[in-house]
């Protein structure tokens, strides 16, 4: 042992027996009930020291200092390792060590520790055991994979670390001897009556096999697969084994039969089944510091399998390749040609083996940085160049990593069939445009093989990014997935998590998040990056949920746990989402500004345009509004150099809305074409048509808005319901807006009511003032002025605000039709300081529009002329919204000037748009202003009569505009304004 403290027993005590348990001290050998187990030097000396002192208390400090002296150990290697002794005990002896929190480890045997120098022998003997034909005696099942173990020295902590040193061997050796037969543990041979199935720890927990399975090697059966490094840090020559490693991963892993298990998921879980564990290292060859060795040793039908390989530094990549097909044609015979030849030189498989571990740690700045070096030193190295794509995938940088992963499909050839297969669909993936494709990719893949974990969570990705939460979620729900390995099992409910996020449910976000925090806590070592993003998902559900009562400081806990892990580049993000949630102070724009540089420098482009993002929201809530403006086109403009076109539709969108209200409708128009080249889906279908609808409404093409609108809606049913009500509730608020200048009131009256059912405060005035509107028309005026007042009512809610002064336009409109002038006048002033600021000059020619017909309903038609001419000035002619009502205020204006003339060729020109453009409203308008006759190709009386009647629309006229002089009072023309 490594504690220097006498034990209990006598010198020449042998044996030690606690229930089924019993140790051999000499050989260092444990047999728990009929299955003998070997454990590595570490964990037998734990185990031998909670035999000495049961039932006594052993606090971590004292672990530390008696198990690893004078050595500075990680707190987690404790952890991992009375883990690992749990899992080599068994059922039920696992349950005899009793962790105390915050104290330490309890070991409570059942029955009192007893020490024999000879084993008695057990009351009844065992079943016979059939002899080896050879020999004579007992036959062994699974060998021990690390035979020599207890002849090893002392090694750091980690499990992995406990092969032994290489040996001076031939240049390329393969040996299968038997494994090394246990001495009797006493003379009657009971003891060795039943077949040990023997179970070794090197870092790890191998799970007990059954030597009577069938081979899963064979063909192209299940086989479960754990690759381990057995290496020393302290070893220079530890690169060659990195680089064994990975190209073995990358051939073993795309095999669609064979599932990978990490060191971390031997440890945690024994659901999995037997896997096949292969040990690798290598160091310098003895005798000879010129020359390196590499080694593979596992155990295969009860005999150790040895592959080695030793050669010069400048060979390591051809050892390398030459040893990989070796234990391919061990594990997976049929598998192991058909592959491309390992293409690269020794100072880049150096350089490899740093990238390697950036993306353990799943560090994807510095994976995409050291790979790039990688591949610029070996550029037909097809593996670096997949490894590079991901890792530029990660960071948003969708146009370089398609192009790596392309080249990297056509460097890796040749692969079997169904490894291009799920490297091409993995391609897809990788490209924003085509997730549907993608997608299809992945459900083939899926169908195909239903037991490979990381095609089912790729495709339920996909299903979630293309809409299909609901597919998404009933996939991963499956029963099976609880009989995965550890590693998949919290990805899968960490995937979860992030479907309830984007469905809007927090709780149940959290909740997913939470169970994937617990276990991975529980697990301790080798978890670290997995606890990090549960922490990190778990903050961002209580920000969705909590909004400025959540505890900002989880994010900074989430980034220091995925910091101490490794992986800065998702410390980097919980930074700023931390940054983004907490309410600003005066340092948080230099902050965020540290964060954007960091961002920058790494070419962490996804981060970098949520930074923009963030700090353009800042702006849009500080009033800056041509400065938020300014950051989504900055941040645009990285999407199109990123090619991440997902997030850059979604800005487009934002920056559409922004074109509207600023009245750059042919720049709208543009980004509306483009993005209907983009192929969007889900819910991104219904956002463009609503856009598509408002720039219709806006050029009065009122029919072809309510078209595309139904057809929305039709789309909408299609989608899952998470959201779907508040999507409804938008349709239906711009379908009103464009039934009422058709004349369907009726329609129209039914979409406001649904338009109201938006839980959003903004949206809590639109349909009250729509409502009032169709009322007025309707002729209520009555209902239209409660109504009305109650949407002043909602107003005084939303405070200064792009929305609220919208809401306030809405509402002067038609507060001037009621006469209350003054109180139009006030909203309408009170809006435009806002909107000047904004540029956003659709809003400020409405507000000009209003204040223009206020003073044409007061005469005072010298400011009526001057405003009309500033809003003309700020919109396209063919706004028609806006320029039917301008057009409507120079009639009455020419009128007002006894300009007859010109007030019927501007009625004639304008009635003939309104009836190309279905506006009934307009026409009704010019109805009760110009009498019968005058207006050229005029609706004949029956027609101007059947049009009131067939829609409802008895309060569509002037008569607000009724003039103040009496001159004009007098006018022939104007007689259909009087009472």
């Not at 009512?793 to 003054?822: C, F, M, Q, V």
């Not at 396209?876 to 019927?904: E, H, N």
């Not at 202003?929 to 609706?939: E, F, N, T």
Request: aromatic letters at 6%; hydrophobic letters at 45%; glycine letters at 6%.
């Amino acid at each position: 042992m490594t504690d220097t403290r006498t034990p209990p027993w006598p010198p020449d005590s042998r044996y030690l027996r606690t229930g089924d348990l019993v140790i051999d001290l000499r050989y260092r050998r444990v047999c728990c009930g009929s299955v003998e187990v070997e454990l590595p030097q570490r964990l037998f000396d734990l185990l031998v020291l909670l035999m000495a002192e049961p039932h006594t208390l052993h606090g971590r400090a004292e672990l530390f200092a008696r198990l690893w002296p004078g050595l500075v150990v990680e707190d987690a290697n404790l952890s991992q390792n009375m883990w690992l002794l749990r899992k080599a005990l068994g059922e039920p002896r696992k349950a005899w060590i009793r962790t105390v929190a915050k104290g330490g480890y309890v070991f409570e045997p059942p029955e009192p520790v007893e020490w024999f120098a000879e084993l008695p022998a057990p009351a009844e003997p065992a079943p016979a055991v059939a002899a080896s034909a050879d020999t004579g005696d007992t036959v062994e099942s699974a060998g021990a994979l690390e035979a020599r173990l207890a002849e090893e020295p002392s090694a750091p902590a980690t499990a992995a670390a406990l092969e032994p040193e290489p040996t001076s061997e031939p240049a390329v050796r393969r040996s299968t001897s038997a494994v090394p037969r246990w001495k009797r543990w006493a003379r009657p041979l009971a003891w060795a009556a039943a077949v040990l199935a023997i179970v070794a720890i090197a870092g790890s927990l191998l799970w007990l096999r059954d030597s009577k399975s069938p081979p899963s090697s064979a063909g192209t059966l299940p086989l479960t697969v754990a690759l381990i490094e057995v290496e020393d840090r302290a070893n220079a020559a530890r690169w060659p084994v990195k680089l064994l490693r990975e190209w073995l991963r990358w051939k073993l892993g795309s095999l669609p039969e064979v599932t990978l298990l990490t060191e971390a998921d031997l440890a945690a879980d024994g659901e999995t089944s037997s896997p096949k564990v292969i040990f690798l290292s290598s160091g310098v060859a003895s005798g000879d510091a010129s020359q390196i060795l590499i080694r593979a040793r596992f155990h295969d039908e009860g005999q150790e399998q040895r592959l080695e390989v030793t050669g010069p530094i400048s060979q390591v990549p051809a050892m390398v390749d030459t040893l990989s097909q070796q234990v391919m044609a061990k594990l997976v015979p049929g598998r192991a040609d058909g592959w491309p030849a390992l293409n690269l030189a020794a100072p880049a498989a150096r350089r490899y083996a740093d990238a390697v571990e950036a993306i353990d740690r799943r560090d994807w700045i510095a994976a995409a940085a050291i790979s790039n070096e990688v591949v610029r030193q070996a550029p037909r190295f097809g593996l670096a160049r997949m490894q590079l794509a991901r890792a530029q995938s990660r960071l948003a940088q969708a146009t370089a990593a398609i192009e790596q992963m392309q080249i990297a499909i056509e460097s890796t050839k040749p692969v079997p069939a169904e490894v291009e297969e799920s490297m091409r669909a993995e391609a897809l993936a990788m490209d924003p445009r085509r997730h549907q494709q993608a997608r299809e990719a992945f459900a083939k893949l899926v169908a195909r093989y239903p037991a490979q974990s990381n095609y089912a969570l790729q495709y339920a990705h996909l299903l979630s990014q293309t809409g299909e939460l609901q597919q998404a979620l009933k996939m991963l729900s499956a029963p099976e997935w609880e009989r995965k390995p550890m590693g998949t099992r919290i990805a899968r409910l960490l995937q979860i998590s992030e479907i309830h996020q984007l469905m809007g449910d927090p709780e149940r976000m959290r909740e997913y998040a939470r169970s994937a925090e617990r276990i991975t806590r529980e697990a301790g070592a080798g978890w670290e990056l997995e606890h990090g993003n549960a922490l990190l998902m778990i903050a961002v559900a209580d920000t969705m949920q909590y909004k400025e009562r959540a505890d900002v400081g989880q994010y900074e806990q989430a980034a220091q746990r995925l910091e101490a892990a490794g992986n800065r580049t998702r410390a980097l993000f919980a930074r700023f989402l931390a940054e983004a949630t907490a309410a600003p102070d005066a340092a948080s724009a230099a902050r965020m500004q540290t964060l954007l540089a960091q961002a920058r420098a790494g070419g962490y482009r996804r981060l970098e345009i949520d930074i923009l993002a963030r700090a353009a929201g800042q702006h849009y809530k500080a009033g800056d509004w041509p400065g938020y403006r300014k950051l989504l086109e900055e941040a645009l403009m990285v999407t199109h150099d990123s090619g991440d076109v997902l997030i850059g539709n979604r800005l487009a969108m934002a920056l559409l809305v922004e074109d509207i209200v600023g009245a750059r409708f042919d720049s709208a128009a543009e980004r509306l074409r483009q993005l209907r080249k983009a192929g969007l889906q889900g819910r991104w279908v219904v956002d463009l048509a609503h856009f598509e609808a408002a720039l219709s409404s806006i050029h009065g093409r009122y029919a072809y808005a309510v078209a595309v609108l139904d057809g929305a809606e039709r789309e909408l049913a299609k989608l899952p319901d998470g959201g779907a009500g508040e999507l409804r509730a938008r349709i239906a608020c711009l379908r009103a807006e464009a039934r009422l200048p058709l004349g369907d009131l009726q329609a129209a009256r039914s979409d406001w009511l649904r338009c109201g059912a938006s839980e959003q405060q903004s949206n809590q005035v639109s349909p009250l003032v729509g409502r009032a509107r169709t009322e007025w028309l309707g002729g209520d005026e009555q209902a239209a002025t409660e109504l009305l007042r109650h949407a002043q009512t909602e107003l005084a809610k939303l405070g200064d605000s792009p929305e609220g002064s919208e809401a306030a336009i809405e509402i002067a409109t038609l507060l001037t039709r009621t006469g209350a002038l003054a109180e139009s006048d006030r909203l309408y002033q009170r809006a435009l300081p806002l909107m000047r600021t904004a540029q956003y000059q659709w809003l400020v020619a409405s507000a000009e529009t209003g204040l223009a017909e206020n003073a044409a309903a007061r005469g005072d038609w010298a400011a009526s002329r001057r405003l009309v001419a500033d809003a003309r000035s700020k919109i396209p002619a063919d706004a028609w919204p806006l320029t039917s009502r301008l057009d409507l205020l120079d009639i009455v204006a020419a009128l007002a000037g006894d300009d007859k003339q010109r007030a019927t060729a501007l009625a004639s020109a304008l009635h003939a748009k309104a009836q190309r453009s279905g506006d009934r409203v307009t026409q009704m308008e010019l109805h009760s202003l110009m009498p019968h006759g005058v207006v050229a190709a005029d609706c004949s009386r029956n027609h101007r009569d059947s049009m009131t009647a067939s829609t409802g629309m008895r309060g569509a006229g002037l008569l607000w505009l009724k003039p103040k002089s009496q001159v004009l009072a007098a006018e022939p023309a104007l007689e259909t304004l009087s009472p």
